[in-house]
């Protein structure tokens, strides 16, 4: 779904008149200050983080075990995966019971001692909503199917196969990608954007938003922190279902994200939920410019807090990817939310390969430098940091050479339509060890006793075979671990306003190698200076070095200072 979406002129006008109308004279940003702008959210993948009953599977007793450790961290907020009931067709993002727990991660008793474990130790909740769609064996599905004239009809999008076939639209995990499913029972197609088992809900139907609004209610009432809205952008749909230009789906977001009422729906939302509860709020994805984006999170139009974009991270491909193109993105996305509006910094999540293997080195020479300096990079720029668990330990791709090791349905699903249309699978099998999200899945890597510590039984995707020597127990014990590293830098964003609000300014636009920046509020200045390959670099960056104070943050214990720069080293200077 992550398409990399173009940005045309006008949205390019519109950045430059955004940033210049807002500009006040200290060129301060006048975005108000927020907890949820100055936190570090660390991402949980609950399946994966520790399994405290030897069913292989990472459950809510698990993550309640690991408190101190998550509290060591010093992260603000914990994004938990969604954790509601679900048949797992596609690992909870398939919800049959909005208000219960998924039995494999536990019982609403144990979410409550979660929530009040994290909030004694001042860390925030934020959980994740699918909201675009439940799964097909949620009662109002199960309903809905049942006959044309059900009340629940409406709570999903049918189209009556008396008619002829509507036209075409893109599944992304379906195995032939279609996303009309024929349906017996009514004679009707159902729509699903994602799998078969995920019906797409019908939010033009008031009564859907109602539901979905009190479930929210229900669980903000609960005392959460936060809602991530999952795969959001795509819940408003013209239901006329207009035909689209051949090869649309190449541009998936471009035609499905933003539709007609997204807006409105959002207002809606904002009014009954965000505006009564000290919660944030974020969707994922950020529709297709930035003006889109920026609509998102407006403060004055009251919808969302916090745009949460793609285009960054869908830089990375398997035959790597240009700085230059890295900085150009960063750097333009930051100018146009400068003055207004807030948005999330990433590099990885639950559906992504991991951090160091994408973005970095992961080679026993490099993996280490390379993961401190991209969490450098994550907790010196503007913007709210995500941050994935297991990425704080370097932890690396898989890359499962068999499909049998893969557990992904997407991954099964395109990999089983490969095989019908006669696709080459040797070089799928190579795109899927990269890219496949179960990369980024696997479990935890606690320490390096059997299956690294995570579960006592069979867990439900295999450990990476690295777990004996990438591990927290063995990270804990070297103060220069990549772990030690995470907390130093979160410590550093932590202690200094000026990375979550302050100004920024690339410098050496055209150093294809480094990444340079600074932050500055009220009189403080960091100077970040990035590496971002395996070689000794120069730099142009002298003059600067030698005017700064001195070093807050630096992943090598003897740094350069005579403007070069080791392999991926990366240095915070006070100016
Ligand atoms: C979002 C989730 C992803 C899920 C999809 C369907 O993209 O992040 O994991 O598969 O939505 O819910």
New binding site residues.
Partial sequence: ?KKSVSYPVYCILFSLLTTLSCQNKNNKPTSEQKWWKEAVVYQIYPRSFKDSDGDGVGDLKGIISKLDYIKSLGVDAVWLNPIYSSPND??G??VSDYRNIMKDFGTMTDFDSLLSGLHKRGIKLVMDF?L??SSDEHEWFKQSKSSRTNPYRDYYHWWNADRPKPAPRYSL?DVNHDAWKYDSASNAYYLHY?SKK?PDLNWENPKVRKEIFDMMKFWADKGIDGFRL??FQFAAKDTSFPAFPKGYEQDFVKYYAMGPHLHDYLKEMNKEIFSKYDVMSVA?GAGNSFEDAHNLVDEDRKELGMAYAFEAVDIAKQSGYSLLHFKEVFSKWDSVFAQKGWLAIFLA???QARLVSRFGNDSAAFREPSSKMLTTFLMTMRGTPYYYNGDELGMTNAGFTDIKQYKDM?TLNEYQNQKNIGGDLPSFMKIIQFSC?DNGRTPFQWNNTANAGFTTGVPWLSINSNYATINQEAQEKDPNSVLNYFRKAVKLRKDNPVLVYGKYTLLEKNDPNVYAYVRELDGRKLLIILNFTSRRVSTNLGMYINRARKIALGNYTTPSTDGTLQPYEAVVYEL
């Fill in positions: 779904m596609d690992n993002y398939d699918v675009n769609h995990f994602f995920q999952d795969a994922e999540n639950h559906d997407a999200r």
